[in-house]
């Protein structure tokens, strides 16, 4: 197994992959951190962005960055069908379900990195824009620890989900454009339509995770719970597929 | 006939059936490759050869039946790649990978020591080319690169899947040198072609493929002994003259018949006992005999 670690995260670090998307993650984050804090509702001054809601807030939207880890996750598993590589990794691994959970552990990894990536990078957009309104970032306060223990936790169970979907779907640019369309329209409509199943959903589990300042998200273990579930059951449904279609 | 003592069978195919829905892509094939010999896989395209390669090497699960490599299906097998090199012609490479790095990648999962890279490189002509991206390559590279890849684990058996795609007439060659070279070496090889004149010179056996049933399996020693053609004033009496005497025989394309098994004399008896002229009689060369036998069991009626 140690092998296949080793070769998976060769493969990543022998293509441009993660050049190509986690800096975007961190732009994204930095980016969705700064504008919530210059236009953002909490006003000038010490008012709405001392409060706990104000930086749980501030965060969460920090969690854009998991959706393009998410994205580093179909590629890792969808990539080697697009590709053509299945073929040669079957064949150095024929039993399949190594290469898929080697695949699950490399990216879970690379989330939880990339998480810490955005936690650091996010704090620091914070730390240096909140003078700028005046008020002070409130860096004692559990919440602002609490909500960034959140981010690498949310954006590895999201590489992983990335992983299961890719190795479900097969083909790349369907489980992209199916992940986002799920996460940007999908979900949103679900949860207008029948809002008490909302919360059971795969986003609202990773906002509950980070501590969105939502009415009615499940509490951050229940958000990590529930996304480890979707995580777990698409995974395996993947492996499955990975194992029982022909490559 | 002389006789050769058995070798090991390492490659074997038994009633192997893969269906695609409606399509039956491969339709009760059974073959054998044995160790320290090239068995060409012959048939045109489309006729289910890459479909039966694709399950002896795990790729796709057979309907029914079985292939086996050393009397295991692929996905049994401990340490694949030492024991069966495979160049399939569905294998990719990532396009923004280097040739090296392709190498290294697939060295690290089978637990291959990197330090096979470089002298296979050097091999298959990639060392110039082997820090650049894999989408530059020709194709006659990228073939290169997956014969590399099929070396990588210093394999017993090869599964080669049309090796001479893309290459030109000097790459051929050296295919076929190669292909010679690793028979000798005491490995066992299996090269698909839907191009007979390819592997031609270079094939110990054959199996013949069409519309996914095998409809020839012939040892190329037999094929030389004394196979003859003779064209004949007319040929039916002649066909029915041979059929007859259970001579095995082929009508060729060009109206002449290919005989096996019987020398000049012998033809001449049977063309007089049945009444007809022989206006010309020659010996066939293993490869005419072998074109000639691929073309008349591939080219009958279309299923």
């Known amino acids: 197994m140690n092998d296949l670690l080793a070769a998976e995260w060769l493969k990543l670090r022998t293509t441009r992959l993660l050049i190509g998307t986690i800096p975007l993650a961190l732009v994204l984050s930095a980016a969705a951190v700064a504008g919530e804090i210059v236009t953002g509702h909490g006003g000038t001054g010490a008012g709405g962005l001392e409060t706990s809601e104000g930086i749980r807030r501030l965060f969460a939207v920090s969690g854009s960055g998991a959706i393009v880890v998410l994205v580093v996750g179909i590629i890792i598993s969808a990539g080697e069908y697009r590709h053509g590589t299945a073929a040669d990794t079957f064949l150095t691994t024929p039993r399949r379900h190594r290469v898929v959970t080697a695949k699950l552990a490399v990216s879970a990894l690379i989330g939880l990195t990339a998480g810490l990536l955005i936690a650091a990078v996010s704090l620091g957009v914070a730390v240096c824009l909140y003078p700028v309104k005046e008020a002070t970032f409130p860096l004692g306060d559990r919440d602002v620890w609490l909500t960034l223990a959140g981010v690498p936790v949310y954006t590895s169970l999201f590489a992983v989900l990335g992983v299961g979907v890719g190795s479900l779907a097969r083909n790349q640019t369907l489980a992209v454009g199916s992940a986002l369309a799920w996460f940007a329209v999908v979900e949103h409509t679900l949860v207008n339509l029948a809002s008490d199943i909302g919360k059971w959903l795969p986003a609202a589990a990773g906002q509950a995770i980070v501590r969105t300042p939502i009415y009615g998200l499940l509490s951050p273990l229940a958000g990590v719970a529930l996304l480890t579930a979707y995580a777990i059951a698409i995974s395996t449904v993947g492996v499955r597929t990975a194992t029982r279609r022909d490559a | ?303």
């Open chain 2, 1 to 303: 006939m002389p006789t050769r003592i058995m070798e090991p069978t390492v490659i074997e195919v038994r009633g192997l059936t893969k269906t695609f829905g409606a399509h039956t892509a491969v339709d009760d094939v059974s073959f054998t490759a044995p160790t320290g010999r090239v068995t060409g896989f012959l048939g045109p395209n489309g006729a289910g050869k890459t479909t039966t390669l694709r399950c002896l090497l795990g790729l796709a699960a057979p309907t029914a039946g079985s292939a086996l490599i050393n009397g295991k299906p692929y996905d049994q097998l401990d340490q694949p790649r030492r024991q069966v090199g495979a160049l399939l012609e569905s294998t990719g490479f990532h396009p923004g990978r280097s040739g090296r790095n392709h190498l290294r990648v697939i060295a690290r999962a089978a637990g291959i020591d990197a330090s096979r890279i470089e002298p296979l490189l050097d091999l298959v002509g990639l060392r110039g080319a082997a820090n650049r991206r894999v989408g530059g390559y020709s194709l006659g590279m990228r073939q290169r690169l997956g014969l590399a890849t099929a070396l990588l684990g210093d394999p017993g058996v090869l599964v080669l899947d049309e090796p001479a795609n893309g290459l030109d007439p000097a790459g051929v060659s050296w295919i076929r040198q190669l292909l010679r070279h690793w028979a000798e070496e005491g490995r066992t090889v299996l090269v698909s072609s839907h191009y007979l004149a390819e592997i031609a010179q270079v094939v110990d056996q054959v199996v013949i493929i069409r519309d996914g049933g095998i409809v020839a399996d012939t040892d190329i020693a037999e094929l030389t002994t004394s196979r003859v053609t003779v064209r004949v004033d007319r040929v039916e009496p002649m066909l029915a003259a041979l059929r007859a005497d259970g001579i095995t025989h082929d009508l060729l394309a060009d109206g002449s018949v290919a005989i096996a098994g019987r020398d000049a004399a012998d033809i001449g008896a049977i063309a007089a006992g049945a009444g007809v002229t022989v206006t010309e009689l020659r010996g066939l060369s293993a490869g005419e005999s072998l074109e000639a036998m691929f073309l008349t069991v591939t080219a009958g009626e279309q299923r």
